[in-house]
């Protein structure tokens, strides 16, 4: 009995634990707008944003989003830092649309924010030295494939020194992309088209096993403990 009582117990503190983790998921996620201007000279010369986030299932909350907005006209060899999760904002479609910035403010576009619905247009020319960029969450399932009006809510701006003109880092015009209304190319240049989102769950960190094992170490330790104790009576 007292081996069972033991076991029991070392089984219910791991589901006590894998539980109050489980409310809480990481996502990776990777969006690219094509820029179109770049469609026959650099193919490859697409505006990238790479990040992760955490979902809570409970609460359908978005939180610690952050990642890395690439430069096209650098080809990718350049990736401004996105830190500051400080927007998200209910779709009405049963998403969120989510955005994280490069500086601790939503500022971007000189006399003009950013769109917090993801609904960009217009947007200014000049900017405050600031990026950021929008991703849409799914609440029923985070890694769902996106509906054109949900890309529709996808967008980005890097206003950062070089992002755009000119070239010598000095300049303070803005690289900016979206979807307009009718599903054609927004942004500047000659626009971003298409635009595409990939979410997927995260791998568990290499301590979420280590915990796991440990459980399980403990299960086995209780249980040839209580086994030697029974054999010495």
Request: aromatic residues 10%; charged residues 10%; contains cysteine.
């Amino acid at each position: 009995m007292r081996k069972l009582a033991y076991i029991g117990a070392a089984l219910s503190l791991s589901a006590a634990v894998q539980t109050a983790q489980a409310a809480v998921t990481t996502y990776n996620v990777t969006e690219t707008f094509n820029q179109v201007v770049y469609n026959v000279s650099h193919p490859d010369w697409d505006t990238i944003f790479t990040g992760s986030f955490d979902f809570d299932t409970d609460t359908h909350t978005v939180s610690n989003l952050t990642g890395s907005l690439s430069q096209a006209m650098d080809g990718n060899t350049t990736w401004v830092p996105l830190n500051y999760q400080l927007s998200s904002v209910a779709d009405g479609m049963d998403g969120l649309v989510v955005t994280v910035f490069k500086e601790n403010t939503t500022d971007v576009f000189a006399g003009g924010g950013f769109a917090s619905s993801g609904a960009m247009a217009p947007v200014y020319t000049y900017g405050n030295y600031n990026a950021f960029a929008s991703i849409y969450v799914p609440l029923g399932d985070p890694t769902a494939a996106l509906t054109p009006a949900q890309i529709g809510k996808l967008a980005y701006g890097d206003c950062t020194p070089a992002g755009l003109m000119p070239r010598n880092g000095s300049g303070t015009i803005c690289m900016a992309g979206w979807l307009k209304a009718d599903g054609t190319a927004g942004g500047t240049m000659k626009g971003t088209y298409p635009i595409t989102q990939s979410i997927t769950a995260a791998v568990p960190e290499p301590e979420t096993y280590a915990l796991m094992l440990a459980g399980l170490g403990l299960v086995g330790f209780m249980a040839r403990g209580s086994k030697t104790k029974e054999k010495s009576k």
